[in-house]
């Protein structure tokens, strides 16, 4: 048993979250690892999603990657003997994808929070030193950077702390500890081990480029099959779909394929709601025959065919906000 796992605030949660599969060993297992790389979630402590369940749905039911990113969480909302709770949630044997091309050298190190705003507490700081020393003393990882220390993620804006000064500084709670600030967002993207859409997109970030706007800007790019060394429109996807916040959303009547509101599915009777659907899907090649207004078998098909390209985990062939905020992108970004 290495070092790490013996830390009193450490929670083995191998296993234990969802998964879908399981992520490849390492060639040479643990000494496969060269990097101990610091992330934070880019989550707020305040909210409810920031949790360890809530990064693993998402990572597998959204990302579509076999279990959640990273190794080792720091969750400074539950703290033990006054240090924050440490979870073991993938086995470090494993490359987990947390770090593009650099995932089979790197062992993924994440702490809850959006550190752009919130602040590193004493338990906090407590845990990453524990756990920073514990893995020096079992040879796990030569080298700590950034995530945007790694090659090709300068301009993420992650992990935003100083984790050189977090682990040696004993400070007040509360107090700020700034990192490395993140490059300027490059125009073209090339596409790294495990990315998708989801992970790429920077809805969260400055610069404010969402999926929707990678998927306008990259009409002839399947989100759900990126390929390694693939590039993609990144910086310049900005506002692609979605509009400045100073530009008015125009009305779906003045498209030239509306979309319905709400949800429709098989026992749906709205006639024109349904045919604006059915006309949309053939638009984009997602064939449903005549647009007869009726959500049958070919309607139903054919809006779980487009799921499975750009809503990979939420395919169940009925259309609603989230198909059509999809179906909307891939519209504009074929010129409708």
């Not at 305040?46 to 959640?68: C, L, M, Q, Y």
């Not at 089979?104 to 919130?118: E, F, H, M, N, P």
């Not at 945007?148 to 400070?171: I, R």
């Not at 498209?255 to 984009?284: E, F, M, W």
Request: charged share 25%; glycine share 8%.
């Amino acid at each position: 048993m290495y070092a790490f796992q013996k830390l009193p605030q450490l929670v083995d949660k191998r296993g234990k979250l969802v998964h879908k599969g399981s992520y490849s060993k390492r060639k040479n297992g643990v000494n496969s690892i060269t990097t101990r790389v610091w992330h934070h979630s880019l989550t707020k402590l305040s909210a409810g999603g920031s949790k360890i369940e809530s990064f693993a749905d998402f990572h597998v039911r959204t990302n579509g990657w076999p279990e959640i990113a990273y190794h080792l969480i720091i969750d400074p909302k539950h703290v033990v003997d006054s240090k924050a709770t440490i979870y073991y949630c993938v086995d470090i044997s494993k490359k987990s994808y947390h770090v593009g091309n650099s995932n089979t050298i790197g062992l993924g190190i994440c702490v809850i929070g959006d550190y752009r705003t919130d602040k590193l507490d004493t338990p906090t700081l407590k845990s990453i030193q524990d756990l920073h020393a514990a893995l020096i003393k079992d040879g796990i990882g030569k080298y700590d950077k950034a995530h945007n220390e790694m090659p090709g993620y300068s301009w993420k804006d992650c992990c935003v702390y100083s984790y050189q000064k977090a682990f040696k500084d004993t400070l007040a709670d509360n107090l700020p500890i700034k990192g490395t600030e993140p490059a300027e967002v490059p125009g073209l993207y090339t596409v790294q081990e495990g990315d998708t859409f989801w992970s790429i997109a920077l809805k969260d970030g400055k610069e404010g480029i969402t999926v929707e706007d990678l998927i306008a800007a990259n009409p002839d790019v399947k989100p759900s099959e990126l390929k390694i060394g693939q590039t993609i429109k990144f910086g310049t996807a900005k506002n692609t779909y979605t509009p400045t916040p100073e530009t008015p959303k125009k009305e779906q009547s003045a498209y030239k394929y509306p979309l319905p509101s709400g949800v429709l599915n098989s026992r749906s009777t709205d006639k024109i709601a349904i045919k604006q659907l059915q006309n949309a899907l053939n638009a984009v090649n997602f064939k449903c025959g005549v647009a007869d207004g009726i959500y049958g078998a070919k309607t139903k098909d054919a809006v779980t065919r487009f799921q499975k390209v750009y809503l990979p985990y939420e395919v169940d062939g009925t259309y609603g906000p989230n198909t059509k905020s999809k179906l909307q992108a891939v519209l504009k970004s074929k010129g409708y």
